[in-house]
């Protein structure tokens, strides 16, 4: 043993350095540390303590004199020690937040970590762990718009009142469009999924023209009423809204929850809704058109429609349409 280390293991701190040992829980650095001392009381040197625990001789002394000045707890825990490099100047962080919450430089949109590590002359880890530290995101924008609409609550209490609490023997649809949908078409044939490999179909396309979307969503049981057209106008709209009236089952009011669309207030459109007086319209607040429930699978509809085969431009009918809850319908001929 080292000159000036003398230890004394009490039978209190035999049995917790004991229990340590034994215990299958035990970190492999508390056992070590524990062996030691347990050989040290035993009498054993240094050199024969050493091919007991396998550790160094400097290991030995240190875990020696630890346990001499702090006891078994000084076992359990090790000492602080100070960080590799010097952390960074608070003027340094300071500098960077700036750079972040400030404009980009030149035509850029958005700070990147790499510009802001230039900028501010320090490592681009380092530039990192300062805006994890302070929850920043240059790269990030979270879009918003408020509704100037006057009569924004009454709409809105209106649109949800149908939703939450549908009036008895009426239908409650979602209606919106998708305009400028490309029919496209593969240059080949691809071929099907098998086991172990994916389906296949060229990079390349060819264009067959646009189409527009026309769908009315059940809000009841998710069903969808589509059509494709050629055109965006009142005289198409129409032509739906006649395609509606065939499908809903007759005694049925009819509820039908639409934005603001030019197409929507044409005048003969309001001339139609007065000839059909099972039909109320309810318009969605100015810049709240995503109180229509439609509007979320209308894009869903459009990117899975991407081929001539589900889409052609005032041909066969969408053969797939998504309906509410992750289900699928057939819509008819338009």
């Known amino acids: 043993m080292r000159a000036g280390i003398v230890v004394n293991v009490t039978p209190d701190d035999r049995r917790r350095l004991a229990a340590i040992v034994a215990d299958r829980s035990s970190a492999q650095k508390h056992v070590w540390r524990a062996q030691i001392i347990l050989a040290t009381a035993d009498g054993c040197g240094t050199v024969q303590v050493m091919r007991r625990s396998g550790k160094a001789k400097p290991v030995i002394w240190r875990w020696q004199e630890r346990f001499m000045q702090e006891g078994v707890e000084g076992l359990l825990r090790d000492k602080t020690r100070p960080p590799g490099k010097a952390p960074l100047p608070a003027e340094t962080v300071r500098r960077v937040l700036d750079l972040a919450l400030g404009p980009p430089p030149g035509e850029a949109t958005h700070w990147t970590g790499r510009m802001l590590s230039r900028a501010a002359d320090v490592s681009l880890r380092s530039v990192q762990r300062i805006l994890e530290a302070h929850q920043l995101a240059p790269h990030r ?49 691809g071929l099907p999924m098998k086991k172990g490999r994916a389906g296949t179909m060229t990079h390349d396309y060819k264009r067959n023209g646009t189409t527009t979307l026309f769908a009315a969503l059940n809000v009841l049981d998710g069903q969808v009423i589509g059509r494709n057209m050629q055109r965006h106008r009142h005289q198409e709209f129409i032509r739906f809204l006649n395609a509606v009236e065939a499908e809903v089952p007759a005694g049925k009011l009819i509820h039908a929850i639409l934005d603001n669309y030019a197409t929507h207030k044409h005048p003969k459109v309001r001339d139609w809704l007065a000839s059909h007086p099972r039909w109320t319209f309810h318009f969605t607040p100015t810049s709240a058109s995503w109180l229509n429930c439609q509007r979320r699978t209308k894009n869903a509809s459009a990117s899975r429609s991407k081929d001539a085969s589900d889409v052609s431009v005032g041909g066969p009918p969408l053969r797939w349409l998504p309906a509410f809850g992750d289900q699928a319908c057939v819509a008819s001929t338009g």
């Open 141 to 189: 924008i979270r879009t918003f718009k408020l509704s100037n609409d006057a009569k924004f609550a009454d709409k809105l209490k209106d649109i949800v009142g149908l939703y939450v609490d549908p009036p008895a023997h009426a239908v409650v649809l979602s209606v919106d469009e998708k305009s400028q949908i490309q029919a496209l078409d593969r240059t080949q044939p």
